[in-house]
């Protein structure tokens, strides 16, 4: 099973600066016959289900603002909030679907400082 | 809109066995693989199987943690995807999710709101 690895465990920003949550896979998560990266990114509020935003990495989901990218190749990647608001707090998670079974990071809770 | 309605939730005791269905609607269910996940109180995702559509055979594949105790079927004249749950133990103690498998790659674009599985005695 590919084990998925998020660093940090939790963050405190302030409203307005950049938020980096980092993302390793146990192994390389690139399909190199089409050059792409199977790692999604959800993000979960209190009490709600999942959200996807990124897929491919990189790829914005539809009606996520663009204050948020995804980014990394192979075993390494970052999602960045770049102008935290408070609709943001949530907790973050990575997921491979390179292979099954699917699996996800532990999370990374935001909160504002 | 597309939307995914979990249901079927409760207590049930360890060794029991419960039904979830996943009710759909706003788009054509038998199009989609549809996955079922699941998130013990206040711990992370973890998933719990997947069904393919009918177009790529209607095959099922579960994580190591349920297989052979949980089973993953579909009617898509329902637009219900079902998740049979048998001999529970504590450990299964969860809300289970079920979500659209977005283009058949195994990220999800659409999450139920999550029914609560507790075995407990």
């Known amino acids: 099973d590919i084990v998925m690895t998020q660093s940090p465990d939790s963050l405190a920003v302030s409203l307005g600066e950049r938020a980096t949550i980092n993302c390793t896979s146990s192994q390389s998560v690139l399909y190199t016959s089409n050059n792409r990266n199977y790692l999604a990114w959800y993000q979960q509020k209190p009490g709600q289900p999942p959200k996807l935003l990124f897929y491919w990495a990189s790829t914005r989901e539809s009606g996520v603002p663009d204050r948020f990218s995804g980014s990394g190749s192979g075993t390494d990647f970052t999602l960045t909030i770049s102008s935290l608001q408070a609709e943001d707090v949530a907790v973050y998670y990575c997921q491979q679907y390179y292979s099954t079974p699917l699996t996800f990071g532990g999370g990374t809770k935001v909160e504002i400082k | 809109e597309v939307q995914v309605v979990e249901s079927g939730g409760g207590l049930v005791q360890p060794g029991r066995s419960l039904r979830l269905s996943c009710t759909a609607s706003g788009f054509t269910f038998g199009d989609y693989a549809m996955s079922w996940f699941r998130q013990a109180p206040g711990k992370g995702l973890e998933w719990v199987g997947r069904?393919?559509?009918?177009?790529?055979?209607?095959?099922?594949g579960y994580a190591a943690s349920v297989k052979g105790r949980f089973t993953i079927s579909r009617d898509d004249s329902e637009s219900i995807a079902y998740l049979q749950m048998n001999s529970l133990t504590t450990e299964d103690t969860a809300v289970y999710y079920c979500?659209?498998?977005?283009?058949?790659?195994?990220?999800?674009?659409?999450w139920g709101q999550g029914t609560l599985v507790t075995v407990s005695s």
């Open positions: 979500a659209r498998d977005q283009a058949g790659w195994y990220y999800f674009d659409s």
């Open positions: 069904i393919r559509s009918k177009a790529y055979g209607g095959t099922t």
